[in-house]
């Protein structure tokens, strides 16, 4: 049941992402899970640098998932 949830909210939270920064994303619904679940990693990993706990939740998740779809279209852009 554990696995079922990471990739419901994966989903739910790549989604979020895909739709705060603009612009033109391939990928589908596995993408898009993926997106999540590694957001979920980098933004604990993020709130573990600045001193905070690494579990973050949903809006860190988000966070996390935000920097890497900026960082992936930048080097998609170079």
Known sequence: MGL????????????IAKVLVPGKDSGGFIITTLLGICGSWVGGWLAGLVGMSPRVG????????VVILVVFRWFKNK
């Open 4 to 15: 079922l949830w990471t990739i419901l909210i994966g989903f739910l939270v790549g989604t």
């Open 58 to 65: 949903f809006i860190g998740s988000v966070v996390g998932a």
